[in-house]
């Protein structure tokens, strides 16, 4: 597979977070447009994806999802659950885990990282299995696997929206 944009990025930290976003609003935004881009760097490795539209979505700003995510946590996370997700991802730790977050991604996509973080030591672990049990986690895993009343997930709306303007640009 031929990485390109973010997707090739070795590391987490070799994706700064913009000055004008918070940590959480980036990795999760990035997160899902690296999905993005894996998925139709797959689809146009098995011939189901014009090179044109993997292209195009490998240009996809990373924090184009940025607004979807904003909304979903302005409205199912208190301030103080913000906070503690921002001082997370700001951590060495959440650093540490987003690289581990990363390689684990690309491992899936059958894609060899070219980075592989040392794993999450026991207490690393811990820390982030408290973590993702917290009721604040709890609340944005559930809001954003929710399903529509037509069953698609939440999240698929804002990726189509990105999908269908890049197929309006001849991607």
């Known amino acids: 597979m031929a990485w390109t944009h973010q997707a090739g990025a070795a590391r987490s930290s070799d994706m700064p977070v913009p000055a004008n976003l918070r940590s959480w609003e980036h990795h ?82 059958g894609v060899v990282s070219p980075y592989q973080p040392a794993p999450l030591n026991a207490d690393e672990q811990a820390q982030v299995d408290k973590l993702n049990g917290s009721p604040a986690w709890t609340k944005l895993g559930e809001e954003t696997s929710r399903r529509r009343d037509d069953g698609e997930l939440v ?13 309006a640009k001849g991607g």
């Open 28 to 109: 999760e935004s990035r997160s899902a447009i690296l999905g993005m881009q894996l998925g139709y760097e797959q689809a146009f490795d098995a011939g189901k994806a014009p090179a044109s539209l993997r292209d195009c979505i490998d240009a996809v700003d990373p924090a184009a999802l940025v607004p979807f995510f904003r909304e979903i946590m302005g409205r199912v996370l208190t301030p103080a659950e913000i906070e503690q997700t921002e001082r997370f991802w700001r951590s060495d730790l959440g650093v540490h885990y987003a690289d581990v977050l990363l390689a684990r991604f690309r491992g899936r996509a």
């Open 155 to 167: 999240m698929k709306t804002p990726m189509m929206a990105l999908v269908r303007a890049c197929t």
